[in-house]
């Protein structure tokens, strides 16, 4: 049923057959069991299984990106890069550079109507999401000192500040280090045959480059490869997200001021816009009026009254703020109990499939 209809369909009959079984229990005065609950919680927070209650549009599909789906079948075929700077002078804290970045995103797809929003269902629908969902790829560092790559996955950010998305990337890295430890754990109890290993790698080519795509409730993925030295790069696009944002570390230029007729050194930051062009056309992102609005904003000014509403008045006292204010220990607490219902209903198979999601993608702000 997957396979043929999608995630969307899969979980709608899923959906139907709990309903109608805890419908006839009713009828005879009974209730289901503690695995049958445990199971049901399970299932809610699963992949896919949002994206039938979440705000969306279905929009039609246009014939020459019908075609563009059968043509090309990795999303790396279809995807328009280009590369543009934006100034980064009006930003003295780093730290919030892809906060801020994440906010223009946010806001600039708000007051276009969502338009950007739009993301392929497994099933070859064309929706928009009537909200701004965004991933950000971020580095894990973990006990053995080694680094992996997770996504901190953001929902409706454009009724979020850049403090709020400051504090949920900061929560995320703390969720997706929690689940690779866990799931680091489980491969030290249950190691891998050679067939295993191939037939894994099988599944993450399958699931992140082929069609049928699959559902993704974040159309947009960020990544701030800057961090690293990197002055320009490219993110992989794949078919969990429609539209990517790479950005690049702050660089030193000359810059031609008009109004006093002389080069001024201005600091710059190199963006690569990628797109799905099986989803988006070039001219739905307006990116002239997306850099005006980023230049044009006085962000140390928009910071300071942001840290100042919230009683930081200094940079160093952030951290604490977090701490205290938005504690990851309810995070960490759900976590524990969400293992340890898994670990107790779940096959070996279906425990490992679960902790490879949940050490890959954070849902920061969907946790109860």
Not at 138 to 148: A, F, G, R, V, Y
């Amino acid at each position: 049923m997957h396979e043929i209809g999608g995630s969307y369909k899969h979980n709608n009959l899923i959906e139907s057959l709990f309903n109608k079984h805890e419908k006839q229990l009713n009828l005879i005065n009974l209730k289901p069991s503690k695995t049958w609950d445990d199971y049901n919680i399970i299932r809610k927070i699963d992949f896919g299984y949002n994206i039938q209650n979440y705000k969306i549009e279905e929009l039609e599909l246009p014939y020459m990106s019908s075609n563009f789906i059968k043509i090309w079948k990795q999303p790396q075929d279809p995807v328009i890069r280009n590369y543009f700077d934006i100034h980064v002078d009006q930003i003295k804290y780093k730290k919030f550079f892809t906060s801020i970045f994440i906010y223009c995103i946010a806001q600039f797809a708000k007051k276009n109507n969502y338009n950007n929003c739009k993301v392929l269902l497994n099933s070859h629908k064309l929706v928009k999401l009537l909200g701004v969902n965004i991933g950000v790829r971020t580095s894990i560092k973990l006990d053995n000192n080694t680094h992996e790559i997770g996504t901190i996955k953001l929902f409706d950010v454009e009724n979020m500040n850049i403090l709020d998305i400051y504090t949920q990337l900061q929560n995320g890295k703390k969720i997706l280090y929690y689940w690779k430890q866990k799931r680091i754990e489980f491969e030290k109890t249950y190691t891998k045959t050679d067939a295993e290993i191939i037939e894994n790698i099988d599944d993450i080519h399958s699931s992140l480059h082929s069609l049928p795509t699959q559902d993704s409730l974040t159309p947009f993925i960020v990544s701030n490869v800057g961090v690293y030295g990197y002055e320009k790069a490219h993110g992989a696009l794949t078919t969990l997200n429609s539209v990517e944002f790479t950005l690049g570390s702050f660089t030193k230029i000359p810059f031609w001021d008009e109004d006093n007729n002389k080069f001024i050194p201005i600091n710059k930051s190199t963006i690569c816009h990628s797109i799905d062009h099986r989803i988006h056309n070039p001219d739905e992102f307006n990116i002239i009026e997306f850099i005006n609005f980023f230049n044009n904003t006085d962000w140390n000014i928009k910071i300071d009254k942001i840290l100042k509403k919230n009683n930081i008045l200094n940079i160093n006292d952030l951290d604490n703020y977090i701490n205290n204010k938005h504690k990851i220990d309810k995070y960490n607490k759900y976590s524990d109990y969400l293992y340890n219902i898994i670990d107790k209903t779940m096959s070996v198979g279906n425990l490992k499939r679960f902790l490879t999601i949940y050490s890959t993608h954070s849902h920061v702000n969907k946790l109860p």
